[in-house]
Nanobody, 122 residues
Framework: QVQLVETGGGLVQPGGSLRLSCAAS????????MRWYRQALGKQRELVAV???????NYSDSAKGRFTISRDNAKNTVYLQMNSLKPEDTAVYYC????????????????WGQGTQVTVSS
């Protein structure tokens, strides 16, 4: 019913930039929090950044000052602008969104994208 599709990953040199996008489609009545997570090989998935439906943002310590999360509500899309990338940013990046798909009965669930690989290496 609802799909999230991430794009924009790839290989970048240290110090470079990438912009990830995640578009939600399907039976969507409203989207609440939209988030970016990442999971490096052999590590647990970690929250990178959150943007609420009112535009408030929050970042992990590792992302503060380098990454910017934003959203376009008209396009049901969330973005992650990543600057000054470091090798330790290498991971699969996932987007997630809390989406209302039904009012009666009320149905609000978290949906996930398939992930996009970001590799930072020279």
């Amino acid at each position: 019913q609802v799909q999230l599709v991430e794009t924009g990953g790839g290989l970048v040199q240290p110090g470079g930039s990438l912009r990830l996008s995640c578009a939600a489609s399907g039976r969507i009545l409203s989207i609440y929090d939209m988030r970016w997570y990442r999971q490096a090989l052999g590590k647990q998935r970690e929250l990178v950044a959150v943007v609420t439906n009112t535009g408030s943002t929050n970042y992990s310590d590792s992302a503060k000052g380098r990454f910017t999360i934003s959203r376009d509500n008209a396009k049901n899309t969330v973005y992650l602008q990543m600057n000054s990338l470091k090798p330790e940013d290498t991971a699969v990046y996932y987007c997630s969104a809390n989406i209302l798909t039904s009012i009666l009965p009320a149905r609000k669930d978290d949906y996930w994208g398939q992930g996009t690989q970001v590799t930072v290496s020279s």
